[in-house]
């Protein structure tokens, strides 16, 4: 079987109504107010941990958080999102390993809890079980669903997602029962203390820098959830909400050729021809592919491409290739 025809992770059959995208139903929305609160403190926190970068933060201090900002960042693309959502590629387990104890530096939920939720957006994009329905608005899909109660349809119907690879994934499965000791040790804690006792940061300034990290890789996540269903071309399917947005791409490792990635979301690249010196995550795969830890990566070829461009896009061809030769 062709690797552009490999089927996505199998979903029960769905008994309920179809929902058609764009669409948001009335609902009267419920603040969950910890979450507000815990919310407001990180961004405060943040801020202040801009204005500590630029004026007290050592040099070793701003290197290293840098640092831990790429690693939070590729262990939700090329992890959470497609290793283990999208399963665009295997892994042996060190990489399992490795990504895993990245993507705890996000503190986004265990790495199954993100692949539910992501599976789930696929199957009902921009609908009422879309976790962050992008058809509520640009507040909602950002971070208002963040903030309250999920709506009754998503609730319903993210039961029906699949999962039973991820459950059987032992490393997973370790984080997933320890999610919390994880995500406080790998995002908060370490992260806080290693500038301390190796080149003696002060705590406030190594906490608030953390904050800045924290909440930097957040909303470059929430921009693919926002913006790239908003704002930007329809390169291969003018019919659909996600876009083709290089901003996204820029602050978030190559993830946001969104449209590319609705309409073939099983590319390991989540993006098409010609774009990949803006893919750092392609990058990263491609290297465990090389030591031996990646394998079975999936592409689309370029004349299918191509051909869902001409037979379903809007004309839009950011990167040069001649949508007209096949
Ligand atoms: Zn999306
Ligand atoms: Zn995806």
Redesign the pocket.
């Known amino acids: 079987m062709p690797p552009f025809v490999e089927k996505q992770p199998i979903q029960t059959e769905d008994p309920f109504e179809k929902l058609v995208a764009p669409q948001a139903g009335p609902w009267k929305y419920e603040f969950v107010y910890p979450s507000v609160i815990g919310t407001t403190y990180i961004h405060l926190a943040a801020i202040y941990g801009l204005y500590l970068a630029v004026t007290a933060a050592q040099w070793y201090t701003l290197v290293f958080t840098a640092f831990t900002a790429v690693a939070a960042g590729i262990g939700v693309t090329a992890g959470a ?1 497609r290793l283990w ?2 399963r665009s590629y295997k892994a042996k387990p060190p990489l399992h390993f490795l990504l895993m104890i990245m993507q705890s530096i996000t503190f986004q939920y265990s790495a199954i809890t993100w692949a539910k939720m ?1 599976r789930t ?2 199957r009902y994009s921009d609908t009422d079980a879309d976790p962050h329905n992008a058809a509520r608005g640009f507040f909602y899909s950002h971070i208002g669903w963040m903030l309250m109660k999920s709506h009754p349809e998503f609730r319903k119907r993210v039961k029906l997602t699949d999962l039973s690879d991820l459950y059987s994934n032992r490393i997973l499965m370790l984080q997933h029962k320890y999610t919390t000791l994880f995500c406080v040790t790998f995002c908060l804690l370490l992260p806080t203390v290693i500038p301390m006792y190796f080149w003696g940061e002060s705590l406030n300034v190594a906490w608030h820098v953390t904050m800045l990290r924290y909440i930097y890789i957040l909303h470059g996540t929430f921009l693919v959830n926002s913006v790239a269903h908003m704002f930007g071309s329809g390169t291969y399917d003018k019919s659909i909400k996600p876009t083709q947005n290089v901003f996204v791409s820029l602050i978030l490792f190559g993830e946001g050729f969104h449209n590319y ?2 309409v073939f ?1 099983w590319d390991y690249r ?1 993006a098409e021809l010609g774009n990949n010196w803006l893919n750092p995550t392609k990058l990263f795969i491609d290297f465990f592919a090389w030591v031996g830890w990646a394998y079975d990566l999936k592409t689309v070829p370029d004349d299918i491409i191509s051909a869902r461009a001409n037979r379903t896009g809007d004309g839009t061809n950011s990167w040069g290739f001649n949508t007209k030769s096949s």
């Open positions: 999102h959502s999208h992501h957006h696929h990635h609705h979301p989540t």
